[in-house]
């Protein structure tokens, strides 16, 4: 039968790669309509933890909330944890003007995953290095997706199927760090 947690976001992409990842250790989940609270914060940590007490609170069940972001070296870590604002603010052709003529491509993405429960928060987190590419490329995934090629793949995110973007990313790693913690620590 497995366990069914909400979920507090509008983002079905999203949701479709976590899906996939937190299926397999039967955990179902169930998309609420509550809009999110998100702190100001460089920590994704915070920003997914105090996410997840604020809808925890108004629904009363276990809910998690995934917050992620890219951190490009040459940057010093832009955008991080505003990530989303940047998507929607300068885009990708914004952070790859912001690169032109720089070496140094190195950046990761990190996913941190918050459950909120009766007993508290749990916090998983995964994290993918790799390399920013010099154009956009694919048509899949989302955000930032076409531009990151993760170490020990020649492909963008937005070039690899749902299956193999999992194997690589961010946040298939923190859904399966979830699987393993979720296994351990009754939620409800």
């Not at 996913?111 to 154009?135: D, K």
């Amino acid at each position: 039968m497995g366990k069914e947690i909400a979920i507090a976001t509008s983002n079905i992409h999203k949701i479709r790669e976590l899906e996939q990842v937190l299926s397999k250790c039967s955990i179902r989940l169930r998309q609420v309509d509550i809009p999110k609270i998100e702190i100001q914060s460089e920590d994704l940590q915070l920003v997914a933890i105090n996410a997840a007490i604020a809808v925890y609170n108004i629904l009363r069940e276990p809910v998690i909330v995934e917050d992620a972001g890219l951190f490009v070296e040459a940057l010093s870590g832009f955008p991080g944890s505003y990530s989303s604002y940047v998507f929607k603010t300068i885009g990708i052709n914004g952070i790859l003007r912001l690169l032109e003529g720089v070496e140094d491509r190195r950046a990761y993405f990190e996913s941190v995953i918050a459950l909120a429960h009766n007993r508290g928060v749990l916090c998983v987190r995964g994290r993918v290095y790799g390399s920013i590419a010099t154009e956009p490329r694919g048509s899949g995934g989302f955000g930032f997706d076409p531009i990151f090629v993760p170490e020990g793949s020649t492909k963008t995110f937005a070039e690899m199927s749902l299956e193999e973007k999992n194997k690589y990313s961010h946040r298939g790693r923190a859904a399966r760090e979830l699987c393993r913690v979720v296994e351990r620590v009754e939620i409800y």
